[in-house]
Structure formats: structure tokens, C-alpha cells
């Protein structure tokens, strides 16, 4: 997730006050606590802060229809920029990058607003993880998703804002864009709070695999175990983007997701099953030989692929035969990629290819070159791994 701003004093991120639309900056203003005050109904709005800022005032124009409209909203964003109220950077961001409002909150133990750092860092890795868990789960549906799609949950990633505030996180998704990946969190974490509740009442796990389908996962589980852990309570709430409208199918309900300690081992027994229920996936893949080793020079040997087509993971181990191994070698050093058929195993992640059988070597595709450039720099990116 991108941040806002650098350590230190916080970097005020200004929108054009020709792009601001004036409904959307009320409704955010309203949904921040912000309290309209007299003035005509029918041409502007005058909004103050919920908590003691006196200095702050905002003349907010009914519609862009009016002659001074720009003008007054330019002065609006120049007095949030310069207000005391912790909710104007908020407000602030969320104009200049129109995007639906994810909040997270864990209360811990201690001095109320104090955020040990191990907290934040637990608190940024489950936002970070239900993210990622709705981008593929926006995709397609698995119990266990392993290093699959782990490109297309980083990419949304990318595009998602993240601002850290004491002992919450919000986090800023693209939208409409970004929707799929949202609507498909809520819903799978409602089906996962429901499935937790009828496993603590009837004793039974059968809920978790049927949630699978709302878009539950062992990756989600396992997101909602770091954000409860060491919490006394833990909160997502989220707020459709004002620009974009509330999403099809939620109406006007406000969504709050809430978790507790007590969750913990109906969450521990549901990640345990449902990685346990995917199954192994029997792909044939194209890839290029990035990494060669085995210990003996006439045996068997392990191949790392650069995956380029056949399978969503970046890349895959498979164990070799003699044979086979010496025409992965003869393909790493000419630089051709490689076809070989498989298993993909779910244990480890979905990153290795067992039962290997008819490698051969193949041409370049179009397209192939450039997604190995791209995969490359990813790599390099994410600091790569061990043989």
C-alpha cells in the first residue's frame, strides 16, 4: 500500500478545488461529524468542526452552478489544510484521492491512543493481508490461495492509499475500479463473522468451507487472526466513496465488521481447514529457467521457472530427472523458455510443480519477453528468495 507522506510532519495533499465537487465534500464533511450551520440552504452550507477548533469555518457552496462556487471552495480546502481537527487531513485525502474508506481500529491493553509499534505493524500486515485476500478473491474463488494471484492482489495494492493514525489505520481504494475487490472483503467477512458465530453455537465447521463462496480463504482467516491477536476488540468500517455511490446490493446500511479474542480458535480451526481442502491443480506451464541445482552431476536436480503462462504464481519449483534437468540447463543458457506439465501443490504455497513430465523446450510468444522483464523487476523489488 502507498503512504501518504514520509516520517515526520505530515505532508498535506491539497486537491484542485476545480475538480471538487461541493456534494461530496459535504457528505464527507458529514460523515466526519462536521456540523452544518445557517446560512441559505438553496446557495452555500457553513460547516465546523465537531471538536475545538474555532478558528476552523468552511463556506461550502450548495452546487458548482454558482459564479463564486470555485472560490469558496479553493478557501475550504485552504482551511482544512490549516485546521487543528484531526478529521480535515481525512476529509482532505479522501478528496484528492475519491476512493471508498476502509478503517481498521484494534483497542489493546494500555493508555487509551497509545500504539506500540509491534501493534502498528500488526495492525498495517492484517490490512494489508484482507486486501489482498479480497483482490483475489474479487478474481476467483479458493480456499487457499498460496503465491496465486499474488501479482494481481499487489497491483491493487499499489493503487490503495494507507494513513496511520495512533491505533487505527484508514485505507483509501480505488473506485469504481477498485470495487470488486472491496465489495467482495465485505461480503466474505460478513459470511466469515457468521461462520465463527455458528461454529461457536453448534460445534461444527462445515460454515467455513461453505463460506468459500462469499470469498472466505485461509489468507482472509488468517488476516483477521493477526488483527484480533494481542487486541482486546478489533473494527473494520467501511464508507462507499460519496463520488462513486454506494455499491449495488448494500443500500444504506452501514458496514462494521467486529472481531474479538474470543474468535481465535473457531479462526485458527477455519484456516487449518480450508487450506487443507484445496485441492492440487494439474496446469502445464511456460516458463524460463531462472535458477539450476542438484547435488549429484548425473542425477535428479531442481529448476526454478520464471512462470510467463499456465499458472498465476511467479514462480515454481519442479524436480527434475537426469534427462530433463540437462535440457533445462541447455535452456537457461540459450535463453528459450521451457513447457512442462504438472501438479501444482498447494503444500508450500502453490509454488511447486510435482510429477513433472514432457519438458521440452519453446519458442518466445508475444508478449512473453515483457512479462519476464516486468517479473524480473517484481523480483528485484520484493528482495526475491532462497533456491
Not at 460523515?31 to 468552511?58: E, I
Not at 487457499?144 to 499474488?150: C, H, K, M, N, V
Not at 552431476?297 to 524436480?319: D, F, N, Q, S
Amino acid at each position: 500500500m502507498t503512504p501518504p507522506h514520509a516520517p515526520g510532519e505530515p505532508e498535506r495533499v491539497l486537491p484542485d478545488p476545480a475538480t471538487v465537487d461541493p456534494a461530496v465534500l459535504a457528505t464527507l464533511l458529514a460523515r466526519h461529524g462536521w456540523v452544518r450551520r445557517g446560512g441559505p440552504a438553496a446557495r452555500y452550507g457553513r460547516w465546523t468542526p465537531p471538536d475545538d477548533d474555532p478558528g476552523t469555518s468552511l463556506l461550502v457552496p450548495a452546487g458548482d452552478g454558482f459564479d463564486d462556487a470555485v472560490d469558496l471552495l479553493a478557501d475550504a480546502v485552504t482551511a482544512l489544510s490549516r485546521s487543528r481537527s484531526p478529521s480535515a487531513r481525512s476529509i482532505l485525502l479522501a478528496l484528492a484521492v475519491p476512493g471508498d474508506e476502509l478503517r481498521w481500529h484494534r483497542e489493546v491493553p494500555g493508555p487509551a491512543g497509545t500504539a506500540p509499534w509491534e501493534d502498528a505493524e500488526r495492525l498495517g500486515r492484517a490490512a494489508r493481508g484482507m486486501l489482498a485476500a479480497g483482490a483475489k478473491a474479487g478474481r476467483t474463488r479458493a480456499a487457499y490461495f498460496g503465491a496465486r494471484l499474488d501479482t494481481w492482489a499487489d497491483d491493487f495494492l499499489d493503487r490503495v492509499l494507507v494513513v496511520e493514525q495512533g491505533a487505527g489505520l484508514t485505507a483509501y481504494t480505488p473506485a469504481p475500479e477498485g470495487r470488486a475487490a472491496v465489495t467482495t472483503l465485505v461480503r466474505a467477512l460478513e459470511a466469515l463473522r457468521d461462520a465463527v458465530d455458528y461454529r461457536r453455537v453448534s460445534g461444527g465447521p462445515e460454515a467455513f468451507e461453505n463460506a468459500v463462496q462469499a470469498g472466505v480463504s485461509r489468507e482472509l482467516v488468517q488476516s483477521v487472526e493477526d488483527l484480533v491477536r494481542g487486541a482486546t476488540a478489533a473494527r473494520l468500517a467501511v464508507a462507499w466513496s460519496p463520488a462513486a455511490g454506494t455499491p449495488g446490493g448494500f443500500g444504506d446500511r452501514r458496514v462494521v465488521l467486529d472481531f474479538s479474542p474470543g474468535d481465535l480458535p473457531a479462526l485458527a480451526e477455519a484456516a487449518e481447514l480450508l487450506e487443507s481442502i484445496e485441492p492440487a491443480v494439474a496446469v502445464t506451464v511456460v516458463g524460463v529457467v531462472v535458477r539450476l541445482k542438484r547435488a549429484d552431476p548425473t542425477g535428479p536436480g531442481t529448476a526454478r521457472l520464471r512462470v510467463l503462462a499456465g499458472a498465476e504464481v511467479r514462480e515454481l519449483k519442479v524436480r527434475l530427472p537426469d534427462p530433463d534437468y540437462r535440457l533445462a540447463v541447455e535452456a537457461h543458457l540459450g535463453g528459450v523458455p521451457v513447457r512442462v506439465t504438472g501438479r501444482l501443490e498447494s503444500r508450500g504455497g502453490f509454488r511447486r510443480l510435482t510429477r513433472s513430465h514432457g519438458l521440452e523446450l519453446c519458442g518466445w510468444d508475444e508478449g512473453d519477453r515483457e512479462r519476464l522483464l516486468k517479473g524480473l523487476h517484481d523480483g528485484l523489488r520484493d528482495g526475491g528468495d532462497g533456491p
